[in-house]
């Protein structure tokens, strides 16, 4: 959807294959991997699975570690969640490795074409998307002029900016 914030990101090294999650009501799903060239370009909802934390215009809590470690995880190149130090792992599906939230972010399936196009072709993992638009329904009034504008299918092609572009402030702890 048109507001669903995602982060796509291409980890330093290539990521495990298959790996076996399980959502909070029990259910489990199979992580294929990252893809393209190197294996390790990966797609996640940007919205945390414990409390719905998302990217915003004006802050953002949900990031992208890179080579740093944070408080809510020793480990460094993890998504981390600074509303309530969730942290998330990448590399395996992005996987909660620490704090509150009890299942994975939802990943974006991704395919790269042979002209190295890169297409977003589903999701998987929990869906919290109908709790997203009914919690943040004044948010998109604010920025996208309604719910349906902002709940509008994206189906050609996404707009992708850096975090730095899109919020004026990322908090990462």
């Not at 294959?17 to 909070?24: G, H, P, R, V």
Request: hydrophobic share 40%; charged share 25%.
């Amino acid at each position: 959807f048109r507001a669903t914030p995602t982060m796509m990101i291409k980890l330093k090294d290539k990521t495990a294959k298959n790996i076996t999650l399980k959502s909070a009501k029990g259910e489990s799903y199979i992580w294929k991997g990252g893809v393209g060239a190197t294996g390790s370009l990966v797609a996640y909802s940007a919205i945390c699975s414990h409390q719905l934390s998302h990217p915003k215009p004006d802050i953002n809590f949900v990031s992208y570690s890179g080579q740093k470690k944070t408080m809510s995880c020793d480990k460094k190149g993890m998504i981390v969640c600074a509303s309530h130090l969730s942290a998330f792992d990448p590399k395996e599906g992005a996987k909660q490795v620490a704090g509150p939230a009890n299942e994975a972010l939802a990943s974006v399936v991704l395919e790269v074409d042979k002209k190295g196009h890169i297409w977003a072709i589903g999701v998987l993992g929990p869906d919290q998307f109908h709790d997203f638009f009914k919690t943040f329904k004044d948010e998109f009034k604010e920025h996208y002029g309604g719910k349906r504008k902002a709940k509008k299918a994206v189906s050609d092609e996404a707009q992708a900016l850096p975090i730095e572009n899109y919020s004026a402030e990322v908090i990462l702890v």
